[in-house]
């Protein structure tokens, strides 16, 4: 069995911001030679995402306006009872909730095996800093 573990940092300048992050988790396949297996790419903060969608930006716009509207940004800890503990990033983490942590794909003849139009995204709701990505990808 091959297997191949890398950590990608991610700094979005905005609170919010999306990522098309295919091209990088495809070269680590391709760098792992496995040719038969599984690709684990996971947010590793409470306040990220990792996800498979679509790579349109007016997706992109809608799901912003969309988790804005499920949790809006507000700071004050009148709103968020986790803002009480002096963050006022609540919002972020509920965003990161509904987006989900990870995704899992399979490797067949050494490539990802996406349906039609899939792409891996990192999803940031709580950003200007650095964060990481776990990349575990296992098989033969």
């Not at 009480?84 to 987006?99: L, S």
């Not at 050494?110 to 776990?134: A, C, S, T």
Request: proline letters at 4%.
């Amino acid at each position: 069995m091959k297997s191949l573990t890398k950590h990608l940092t991610f700094n979005i300048p905005a609170r919010m911001g999306f990522e098309n992050i295919t091209p990088t988790v495809e070269a680590l396949v391709a760098e792992s030679g496995v040719q038969e297996g599984i690709c684990l790419v996971n947010a590793m903060h409470i306040t990220a995402s990792v996800f498979i969608n679509d790579d349109e930006a007016g997706l992109h716009r809608d799901y912003a306006k969309w988790l804005e509207q499920l949790a809006p940004f507000n700071a004050s800890p009148k709103v968020y009872d986790h803002n009480r503990t002096g963050e006022d990033n609540a919002d972020a983490h509920m965003k990161r909730q509904v987006m989900g942590r990870e995704v899992v794909v399979a490797i067949t003849a050494g490539r990802l095996d996406f349906g039609p139009w899939e792409q891996i995204f990192y999803g940031e709701f709580d950003g200007r800093r650095p964060k990481r990505v776990l990349v575990k990808i296992i098989g033969e």
